[in-house]
């Protein structure tokens, strides 16, 4: 949600930068903008309305030279997405330019104070008032830049990950977060910052991972320095190693990144079981649970916490733990979870789901769970992100970079992890049988076979989807493990088509929604055969019986399902458990040609943005 980029060294900065935002611009499209300093004092300050192309376009023939700049790519939070709210912004004598991304919940009263003191505003953001701020303090205090940023945030209460530049002098970028992810990439006589390390991959492998509440100077002619912004105590730089290839971050010859992630699911899911399940499939080696043993065998509850579509993960995690654990497991959406006076004791682990690991809920939801006692456990994707650093332990899904908005082979990754982690802790406290860990540990080690096999209705959907581009609203039905699959396919719709979609048990219609189907109405039924299928026929029967128009998803050489459904999707016959990541595939596909045979932007959503960092 929001994207900064920072470059200051040997090279020219503009070239970075914009191939920084085109990297980030998953992150918000809303607008983009970029500063540089000359070297004689001029600061070139350049924004454009729209995505990063038209930035591209905006600064074009223009003079953008400079070996120091700081560029952003915005989600509107603060103001609608305009040229005078695009970043970065300016002091009111024009010499301190700022990228931000997160809230200044304080804004208004900061905005009121520096407005007695003579100050002026041209934008609806709460970003502008703290670069006011920032020059506020250095004209007032006399200090350096350093001290005046640090000064300023002392009096912020939000979220934030800035980088700021001062037009007269061109060696220093100051960079702080908190709450709001920053990561410094380490190079030879050059430093990157970004707000993940999209930007910096091709670059250098060196990186910071900034901390909550640390402040950096990044100083051409001097060493780093990291500190604390309550009291500028030193802080270790603690330089990982960066494992992220270019090559990951292109489309590799498909259209688009979610036609690519689709695609890639068959090898992330091997990616994601790789050595975690034993040759004879009798065990499941899954560090972050069997390093803590007693937390599992001792635990009263599960409690799970996550958002959107890791939230539809959790839930099919809820019935994997209960199945597998023979513990109570509640899912909770982790902004409800932070404001809900969650009752959580000691005894309780709490899972929290999370692709980017930087969603703010969820990340607060972490916190408020450790401070009570829990033990924090942590599933996500993007290594060294906030939520796995704060949790007590975790597992990655290892599906590498998701750049498509809609998250897709996150979510297959997620419920893979789920299913690893309900068998490993499910044999810890002695109860799931041995056969059943066989099974499933057979049929999640032959899973990327299987995927390999559902691409093939790859063809028969995108023709099915064109029929549907007239539809306003969608159904999607399921039971049992498949009714989470089904809020996740109304999701990946709605959210990239703009059709209305719903998901729902499949035997709840007929307590209210029935009355919605007409032969204008598509129904999406998931029809594995498993423990439900006879009740779902039965749901099938209910919408047809009403005129509706029905696209099931059940198995391959199911002709009893032909007969009833308008169209059948047959998918290979897998444990039930494994469904969800099996039927999510074709669900996926749907609703991606759906979206591209309307027009629509795919990657990039309209109001949507990737990891939101903000409330
Ligand atoms: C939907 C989608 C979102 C995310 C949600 C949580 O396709 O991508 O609903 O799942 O914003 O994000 P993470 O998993 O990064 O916490």
């Known amino acids: 949600m929001c994207g900064i980029v920072g470059y200051i060294g040997h090279k020219q900065a503009y070239n970075i930068l914009i191939q920084g935002l085109y990297r980030l611009e998953y992150r918000g499209y809303d607008s983009a903008g970029m500063a540089l300093i ?3 004092g001029i600061l070139n300050v350049y924004k454009s309305k729209g995505k990063v192309a038209n930035l591209e376009d905006e600064i074009s023939g223009k003079d953008y030279e400079g070996t120091i700049g700081i560029a952003h790519t915005r989600w509107a939070t603060h103001g609608i997405p305009n040229n005078t709210n695009a970043h970065p912004h300016t002091s009111q004598n024009g010499a301190i330019a700022i990228v931000h991304n997160g809230t200044i919940e304080n804004y208004n009263i900061l905005k009121e104070a520096l407005i007695r003191h003579g100050y002026t505003f041209s934008s609806e953001t709460d970003t502008e008032v703290l670069v006011q701020l920032i020059e506020y303090i250095k004209i007032k205090n006399k200090c350096t830049l350093f001290e005046a940023v640090r000064e300023a945030l002392k009096q912020v209460i939000g979220a934030y990950a800035i980088a700021v530049i001062e037009k007269d002098n061109p060696n220093v970028i100051i960079a702080a977060r908190k709450s709001s992810p920053l990561i410094i990439g380490v190079g030879d006589d050059e430093t990157f910052i970004a707000s993940d390390a999209t930007p910096i991959v091709g670059f250098t492998d060196k990186v910071i991972y900034l901390k909550d509440n640390e402040i950096a100077v990044i100083n051409r002619n001097a060493p780093l320095q990291i500190s604390s912004i309550e009291n500028n105590e030193p802080s270790q730089l603690d330089i990982q190693e960066l494992k992220m290839n270019v090559a990951q971050l292109e489309k590799g010859g498909y259209d688009t990144f979610m036609l690519k992630e689709i695609f890639e699911q068959a090898n992330t899911l091997k990616d994601c079981i790789r050595g975690r399940i034993s040759d004879n499939y009798e065990q499941i080696i899954l560090s972050g649970v069997l390093e803590n043993k007693d937390k599992f065998i001792n635990a009263n509850r599960i409690v799970i916490v996550a958002c959107g579509t890791s939230w539809h993960a959790a839930l099919i995690g809820k019935r994997l733990i209960q199945e597998m654990c023979l513990l109570p497991v509640e899912v909770e959406y982790a902004s409800e979870f932070r404001y809900g006076n969650p009752f959580i004791t000691n005894h309780d682990i709490v899972i929290a789901i999370s692709q980017s690991g930087e969603t703010a809920d969820t990340l607060a939801a972490v916190q408020l769970a450790k401070s009570k006692g829990a033990f924090v456990y942590g599933i996500c994707n993007v290594v060294g992100a906030s939520i796995p650093r704060n ?7 290892h599906v590498g970079p998701e750049i498509g908005v809609a998250s897709t082979k996150a979510f297959t990754g997620q419920v893979t992890v789920l299913t690893l982690l309900a068998l490993c802790a499910g044999q810890i406290r002695k109860t799931v049988k041995k056969e059943t860990v066989q099974e499933i540990a057979k049929g999640l080690y032959q899973m990327p076979e299987i995927i390999q096999d559902v691409f093939k209705l790859d063809e028969t959907i995108r023709n099915l989807s064109h029929t549907f581009t007239y539809a306003r609203n ?5 039971r049992g493990y498949n009714y989470p699959t089904a809020l ?3 999701l990946k719709l709605k959210e990239i088509s703009y059709i209305h979609a719903e998901g729902y048990p499949a035997a709840e219609i007929k307590h209210g929604p029935i009355a919605l189907i007409d032969k204008e109405m598509p129904s999406v039924i998931i029809a594995p055969n ?3 299928y006879d009740k779902i026929v039965s749901n099938v029967q209910q919408v047809k019986a009403r ?6 998803i059940t198995n391959k050489g199911n002709t009893a399902m032909k007969q009833i459904a308008d169209y059948c999707l047959e998918i290979p016959e897998v444990p039930e458990c494994l469904t969800p990541i099996v039927v999510s595939v074709p669900l996926q596909l749907l609703a991606y040609y759906i979206a ?9 959503p309209r109001n949507l943005a990737k990891s939101v960092t903000v409330e």
């Open 547 to 552: 005129g509706g128009f029905v696209i099931a």
């Open 596 to 604: 591209i045979y309307k027009g629509q932007d795919v990657d990039r």
């Open 474 to 478: 969608f159904l999607y039905l399921g």
């Open 391 to 397: 949790t007590d332990s975790g597992t990655y899904i």
């Open 488 to 490: 996740e396919g109304a």
């Open 530 to 532: 498993d423990s439900l």
């Open 38 to 40: 000359k070297n004689n």
